[in-house]
């Protein structure tokens, strides 16, 4: 509240955003249309998925992987076992996955809260980039489905309380170590109900939040029960929660490199480089990074040339996937 007792303006659109679910009905999945488990077995049928090509996926909410919640639709395992996390995947070929190639994942982060940004993160960046969607954005099932479209596979942003919390505040329903565990539960639903055909969860700040086990656990718990990944984003103290998310049955990994340095081009394509020589060594790399118009016009420079340099660019839930002989 303002000095003069009232709410203020900031009070009161967090009222607002509290108070909203925006999904409405279940769209099952059109004939013809991709996902990771379509993929056909036969390796005379795997060829690599050329660079840049434009799968459009399916519209969501899929059916069999939704379900009620107390503030709106959730996503939920099929009673056929399917999941989220592979429906509401971009396709990799078996091949890709095989491939000795170096890969390198981006999860591009802060989509939806400007529809104009957004737009033109969907469009320019290749779609083999992960994009990160904000709770609080309006129009944000619309928004949604036009990054699929595109092809781009999507993450739902988890706000979580940070160190020096409030004064630096993720924002409403976030999080908090303060509260019982079923609150959290509940702000956690409201989370996930803000839109569908996310393939899983990664986080919006939550230092403090992550390194508290008997706050986050139930958190990491509920999401594995929902059949979602999580990626966080390699922040300090935030590996723990990596840890504890395999212990609960929540499948987990953890970005190596942030591409939000100083704001300029050369400072994200450096931290790009440090992606690919990590890859090189590690075989598979992940980097996360705000939606800035420096990095999407860093992003789809640095992309053109990814071919030469011998580096496979895959979405971000390929570093999830088994490597199998």
Wanted: proline share 8%; aromatic share 4%.
């Amino acid at each position: 509240r303002d000095r003069s007792g009232s709410d203020s303006d900031l009070d009161r659109r967090r009222q607002q955003l509290a108070g909203r679910s925006t999904i409405s009905g279940h769209v099952e999945s059109p004939a013809g249309a991709l996902s990771i488990d379509d993929l056909a077995p036969s390796r005379s049928q795997q060829a690599l998925i050329p660079s840049r090509v434009n799968l459009a996926l399916v519209p969501a909410p899929v059916a069999k992987i939704t379900g009620k919640g107390p503030h709106g639709p959730l996503p939920r395992r099929a009673k056929d076992g399917s999941r989220p996390s592979t429906i509401y995947a971009r396709p990799v070929s078996r091949e890709q996955q095989l491939s000795d190639m170096p890969k390198v994942a981006l999860l591009i982060g802060g989509m939806g809260l400007n529809e104009g940004l957004t737009r033109t993160a969907i469009n320019r960046l290749p779609p083999e980039v992960s994009l990160g969607f904000a709770p609080y954005g309006e129009n944000l099932q619309q928004q949604a489905n036009d990054a699929r479209s595109r092809g781009h596979e999507l993450y739902i942003h988890l706000p979580m309380e940070p160190f020096g919390y409030p004064s630096v505040d993720p924002g409403p329903r976030t999080l908090l170590t303060s509260v019982p565990p079923q609150k959290n539960l509940d702000s956690l639903h409201w989370h996930l109900s803000r839109f569908a055909g996310y393939a899983g969860v990664t986080n919006y700040l939550g230092a403090q939040f992550a390194s508290n086990n008997d706050a986050i656990s139930p958190i990491l718990k509920e999401l594995g029960k929902r059949g979602l990944i999580y990626v966080d984003d390699g922040s300090k103290g935030l590996s723990r929660a990596t840890q504890l998310a395999g212990i609960l049955g929540l499948n987990a990994r953890s970005a190596v490199v942030s591409l939000d340095g100083d704001g300029s081009p050369a400072s994200v394509l450096a931290a790009l480089q440090k992606l690919e020589a990590q890859a090189r060594h590690s075989g598979m790399a992940i980097a996360t990074g705000s939606g800035l118009p420096a990095t999407i016009e860093a992003i789809d420079q640095w992309a053109q040339g990814l071919a030469g340099r011998n580096i496979m660019l895959v979405p971000v839930s390929a570093a999830f996937a088994a490597r199998r002989s």
